[in-house]
């Protein structure tokens, strides 16, 4: 190698031994200055080969840094982690919280209803009445849902979203009552989605929460939320031709809540007081004229809970009013009062709850309001019920009934059948399979009974479970 170095002039042997050399830093470049200084390479010639050099060891250097770049831990940035959620079926990315909740059930409902005849006919009746038995295999009063919920907090507000589809197992007939329709049991046929909740709050500690968009009703929300029956069924209604849900508690008991467009306010809990307060969607009759309503609907809710001495208390009152105005002419208020209590003492709990109306009708909201000239029904009823947990198993019972009165004599005259009392018992047993899965079996007694002496009765068994995530 000395021999070729030694050839003054020959930049080819110069860079023969600069690759040759040992890779210490700057080896190279000290060469190439002590060839220079002895004369051995001119100046053209060092100035070229220490260019090259520098060139080379530059793209060297870019190389390393790349490769150790592709070798290195990805840098933590906190706000592109996805985590789960300290509680729940959820995660948390970025700024957000996204939470899933989910239930699915199904039984097996036999019922019996009465022979029909002269006297059994109940116009608004819950008791079904045919010449033979029925089986299904359908939803409870539940159908199963999938609740998603997005939140998060943004200049000082917590902020959400809820979506919530609730899909029946049972083919549903298409109408004007949409999923809610009675059902059809043929081939080909598709289960309906009833998409209940759609709707966004914002809110903040202190302040209380808003809420804009469709969800369940004020007036009697508590009632149905608290029934035994929510996760069972109850009175089954069509049970030939299901639907996507039974009767539960409805109607023999108190007046459903609903799902309705809505803008509500709900205060924070003060010593376990809470108010609520909403703007609803005006709802026209189902069966009274036709209406165009000008007003909206107003329903309030207040709730108190409470800890006595290891005695839990749940106590409630919601009211509701909306002003309908008739095509023909004229109008009438319907109007709602309801007070309700669920105390839980050991093993058991036990409810009591009462409502009364005018104009709202009976089962659900505007069902038989009115006559046929406009003037309002009033309406009441109730329902009482107990429930004991021993480990896995709970045994409870209930009974309730709901009353419809005539608006006046011309009414009375031109409506004998027309529902006075619709009522029913229930006996459940529970078994809880695992934390999610409960199996339920339960026993119904169902009457209807006419202003004019008529009623029926049924008789039905519910066989089944419900999956709650």
């Known amino acids: 190698m000395i021999s070729k170095i030694m050839l003054r002039g020959t930049a080819a042997a110069i860079a023969i031994a600069l690759t ?64 789960m959620t300290d509680s729940g079926i ?54 199963g849902f999938l609740v998603i919920n997005v939140t998060t907090q943004q200049a000082g507000w917590d902020v959400g979203a809820t979506f919530g589809m609730y899909p029946g197992i049972n083919s549903a007939a298409w109408g004007a009552l949409g999923a809610n329709n009675g059902g059809q049991p ?32 004020l007036f009697g929300s508590d009632a149905i939320l ?23 508690r409805i109607g023999s008991g108190y007046i459903y809540s609903d799902f309705q467009p809505q803008i509500t306010y709900s205060s924070p809990s003060f010593g376990g007081v809470q108010a609520s307060v909403g703007v609803f969607q005006p709802l026209k009759s189902l069966t009274g004229q036709d209406q165009t309503n000008s007003d909206p609907g107003f329903q309030a809710k207040l709730t108190y809970d409470g800890d006595f001495g290891g005695v839990n208390a749940h106590l409630w009152t919601s009211g509701i009013t909306q002003k309908h105005d008739l095509v023909a002419g004229g109008s009438y208020t319907g109007k709602g009062l309801d007070v309700g209590a669920k105390v839980t003492a050991g093993p ?42 021993f480990g896995k198993v709970s045994v409870g019972g209930s009974y309730g009934e709901s009353r419809l009165d005539y608006a006046n004599a011309a009414d009375e005259a031109a409506n004998p059948t027309l529902v006075d009392t619709n009522s029913s018992w229930v006996g459940q047993v529970r078994y809880g399979l695992t934390p999610w899965v409960t199996l339920i079996g339960e026993y119904i007694h169902s009457k209807a009974e006419a202003h004019n002496g008529n009623e029926a009765d049924s008789n039905a068994i519910a066989v089944g479970g419900i999956l709650f995530f």
């Open 90 to 143: 959820g995660f948390e990315v970025g700024p957000a919280t996204i939470k899933f909740a989910g239930s699915v059930n199904g039984f097996y409902v036999h019922d019996n209803p009465d022979t029909p005849s002269a006297t059994t006919a109940v116009t608004g009746g819950i008791a079904s009445v045919s010449g033979s038995n029925s089986s299904a295999i359908r939803n409870g009063l539940l159908p």
């Open 20 to 83: 040759t050399a040992p890779a210490y830093a700057g080896s190279s470049e000290s060469l190439l200055k002590r060839l220079h200084e002895k004369g051995i390479l001119s100046d053209d010639e060092y100035a070229a080969l220490l260019a090259e050099e520098q060139a080379e060891e530059a793209a060297e250097a870019q190389q390393m840094q790349a490769m150790a770049q592709a070798q290195a831990p990805a840098t933590f940035e906190p706000e592109k982690m996805v985590k």
């Open 348 to 389: 058991v709990t036990a409810l009591g709850y009462y409502y009364t109306a005018d104009g709202l009708g009976t089962t659900v909201l505007g069902l038989f309001d009115t006559d046929g000239a406009g003037n309002a029904r009033s309406s009441d009823g109730f329902y009482l019920q107990a429930l004991a947990t």
């Open 226 to 248: 608290n029934d035994i029956t929510l996760l069972s069924s109850g009175p089954p209604g069509g049970n030939v031709a299901p639907a996507n849900t039974t009767l539960g």
């Open 186 to 217: 043929t081939a080909l046929a598709t289960a309906g989605i009833d998409f209940r909740q759609t709707f966004m709050t914002f809110g903040k500690k202190n302040l209380g929460t808003f809420k804009i968009g469709r969800d369940i009703g």
